[in-house]
């Protein structure tokens, strides 16, 4: 499904709902024109088969361009067809070891659950059961911020644990074990090839498989994570994010903690290995990361747009975060500073979106609420003659998503607007010019 329709603020809960009712299974769930070919692929070759036992060697392969796995981590699932058991693992770990009471005597093997969870090791695991690309604690960086740390690799070594089976068997229901992404059924690929010497000789593997997983942000949560709220140097007034854009203040299961005050210890308890649980500060919209666009100043040829993203959360640190912004005049930004910078062209001409993110050791770990909470940049923009305006809310974006997950924004009615002018012709066009847009979209996500 697409998160499109967030732009529309203020309908957008009951957009939700009408996307539930209508297409709960649709073809196009999780599809992002932002990053339409978006996909996390766990490779599986085959490079070893004899009667009993198969070596094996599995990559995921984060091929998202802004979308990364953070902590704790991905966390590997799948079910063997047989009574296959992990004898050995190197560059990972299964977290059970499970019934291995058929082995009597001798080694034990690694794993013996018919359905294994396989989690990365940690920085740091001993030189002797690591892979290359392995020991990250699950965290996989988009491909844009990072390209050297999209993949983690581990091998196995598989007994077929009785009945000496001639063929490999694929196993089946692969999961990530990360909210929101859906993996389909391996599907047999051309083998994997691999050189030692520089490409003079080829070996390939036995067999590959591939796996693809789908992130889709409503299948990870129902509830939004992230709003906005704006405001621009011509207008005192601070447009805030829409009132529950996250969740309300006082419905059941909501829980915040007030200002000045510290969370209980009950609540502050947690598991490594677990997603911390989000406890955010009170506030009207509930959101765990409010993003705050301001249109600081306006210069003959250029104007300044300040961002700020606040941390609410009281027990949850954002390393590696990054946001992703949809505005026409970004195919005109000509310098942003104290973020790094990435234009996420997918259409060629069309320019008008792109990926901020933090520097290293700077300011790319967006720390927990408090004084230091927060991360702020500017950046200068070009004003292009033709289609730059101060009018009609135009300076502001027309999308946000923090962590590849879209923030809830106030409804363009609301924006700030010029002192003297006609907005409120301006803004009715708008909702007129939204409306049936906003139909044909619906259609189009189902
Ligand atoms: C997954 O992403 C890769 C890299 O962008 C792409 O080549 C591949 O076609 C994608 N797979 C699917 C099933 O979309
Ligand atoms: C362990 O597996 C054996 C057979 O392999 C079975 O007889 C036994 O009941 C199992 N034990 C448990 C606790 O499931
Ligand atoms: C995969 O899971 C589905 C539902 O959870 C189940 O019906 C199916 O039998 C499983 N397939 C295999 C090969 O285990
Ligand atoms: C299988 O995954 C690999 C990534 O390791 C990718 O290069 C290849 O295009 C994929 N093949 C298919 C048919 O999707
Ligand atoms: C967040 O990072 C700060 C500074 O590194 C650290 O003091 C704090 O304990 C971290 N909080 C959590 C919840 O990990
Ligand atoms: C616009 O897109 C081109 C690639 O088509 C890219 O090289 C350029 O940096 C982009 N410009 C901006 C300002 O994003
Ligand atoms: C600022 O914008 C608001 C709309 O958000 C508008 O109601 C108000 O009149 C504007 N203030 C001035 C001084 O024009």
Redesign the pocket.
Known sequence: MNPFYFVFGRSANMVLILIFFFCPVSPSYGYDPLDPKGNITIKWDLLQSNSDTNDVKVSLLNFQLYRHIEQPGWKLGWEWLGKEVIWSIQGAEATEQGNCSRFKGGQLPHCCENKPLIVDLLPGAPYNIQTSNCCKGGVLSSMIQDPTKYAAVFQMNIRAGGAADSDFDMPQNFSLGVPGYTCAKPVQVAPSKYSSDGGRRWTQALGTWNVTCIYSQYQASTSPKCCVSLSAFY???I?HCPKCSCSCQGLPGSKCVKFGETPSLLQQVKDPNQEPPSIVRCTQHMCPIRVHWHVKQSYKEYWRVKITVNNLNILKNYSGWNLVALHPNLKSLTQVFSFNYHPLNQYGHINDSGMFWGVEYYNDMLLQEGEVGNVQSEMLLHKDEGIFSFREGWVFPRRILFNGDECVMPPPD???????NT?RAASFTLSIIFSPLFMLLIIFAC
């Open positions: 207008n005192d007034s447009v609301d924006y700030p607007r010029l002192p003297k907005a």
